[in-house]
């Protein structure tokens, strides 16, 4: 179900949903009903109008849904709300993209990263009945019996962040140490950045020879890999592909993955992964742009690689862009064209940066 605020066009509300009904794909989940709300005369304890609730009990009942989804981050008190009301499960954007995550991380310090995320979504949604009867209970001076489970999981859940935090640390400060193995020999890192499913990991592999993981997914990368890429006889560089981004990227996982990013953030040059055959380019240029402002890596000087063109059937569209975003490289990582010219670009960048 989408949310469409005042602030929000009606368009960007609909590809907003679509994109939502992916990631609920990509999570196991079949779409049913999908339907945008406008949010009119909204009340915050359920973010919508009183209205919508008879008509959300209507269709969960109607098309027996076993889960609600919102494209929304919808606040603790809010989601325990439309849970009580229509009874099934009730999910909110960030949520869902958290159990896509959970689903992906392969390594050690992608699945802690996860985890902590999720232990830092969970705790203030358990504060409910339990907060409150701990207070009465701490009140006449009665712990333990007066317990509710829901107190115990907190306590569970606060001790479980602390560890996967040390932990985190641990698994961290093992691979900083290979990074700076790695700075030693002074390579400069270019790192790929992009939206989601761009094209990213098959440019990585395209120009690297590895082999990565592609699929036609959102998030289909998670951990990062490094390689070295030779852009000429004198000019060799390391590589780098991460996780993508997408719009209303939950802040927690921004947070819980600026290790995984430390390669972005320590870059000489993003490039900056477009697809170009996107209806929604604009949007994901802005959402990137966004999150790389959020890990600190937004003044980086980066250069916009087109990619999918071999899915153009007219004229590129790239005029009009590069006049907005500006100047890119024209690529089709999957069919290989345009990477020499690339790899030029990157070459003069970087010699024209060392001589500044
Ligand atoms: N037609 C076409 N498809 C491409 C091209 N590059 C990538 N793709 C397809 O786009 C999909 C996503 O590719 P990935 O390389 O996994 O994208 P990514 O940016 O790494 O995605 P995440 O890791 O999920 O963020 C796959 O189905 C690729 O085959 C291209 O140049 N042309
Ligand atoms: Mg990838």
């Not at 993981?213 to 030779?230: A, G, I």
């Not at 994901?284 to 980086?300: C, F, N, P, T």
Request: charged fraction near 30%; proline fraction near 4%; glycine fraction near 8%.
């Amino acid at each position: 179900m989408g949310v469409r605020s005042a602030r929000t066009s009606r368009s960007e509300a609909e590809e907003s949903l679509q994109e939502l009904e992916s990631l609920a794909r990509s999570a196991g989940a079949q779409v049913v009903v999908s339907e945008i709300l406008p949010l009119d005369r909204p009340n915050p304890a359920i973010l919508l109008g009183k209205g919508k609730i008879p008509l959300l009990q209507e269709q969960v009942s109607q098309n027996k849904i076993d889960i609600v989804l919102f494209d929304e981050a919808l606040a603790p008190n809010q989601q325990r709300n439309w849970e009580e009301f229509l009874q099934v499960k009730v999910i909110d954007r960030t949520a869902l993209i958290l159990d896509i995550f959970a689903q992906r991380a392969k390594t050690r310090e992608g699945q802690l990263q996860v985890e902590l995320a999720q232990a830092n979504y969970l705790l203030p949604r358990l504060t409910g009945k339990g907060i409150l009867l701990s207070r009465l209970g701490g009140g006449i001076g009665t712990r333990g019996p007066g317990e509710t489970k829901l107190e115990v999981d907190r306590r569970r859940i606060r001790i479980r962040i602390q560890y996967l935090q040390q932990e985190l640390e641990r698994v961290r400060q093992a691979r900083s140490l290979q990074r700076r193995g790695r700075q030693e020999k002074g390579l400069p890192i270019i790192a790929l950045v992009g939206y989601t499913n761009a094209g990213k990991s098959t440019l990585f592999n395209r120009l690297t020879g590895a082999n990565i993981r592609v699929e036609d997914r959102l998030f289909s990368t998670l951990d990062p890999t490094l390689r070295r890429l030779r852009l000429s006889e004198e000019q060799t560089v390391i590589l780098s592909d991460t996780v993508g981004f997408i719009r209303k990227l939950p802040h927690l996982l921004v947070e819980a993955f600026r290790a995984t990013l430390e390669e972005v953030i320590q870059a000489t040059l993003l490039l900056h992964v477009v697809d170009i055959s996107s209806p929604e380019i604009e949007e994901q240029i802005r959402a990137v742009h966004e999150v790389l402002k959020e890990i600190g890596a937004g003044d980086k000087p980066s250069l916009l690689v087109w990619n999918k063109i071999d899915r153009l059937v007219d004229s590129y569209p790239s005029e009009r862009m590069e006049r907005k975003w500006g100047e890119g490289v024209m690529v089709s990582a999957k069919r290989g064209q345009g990477l020499d010219l690339l790899k030029q670009r990157v070459a003069s960048l970087l010699t024209i940066g060392m001589e500044q």
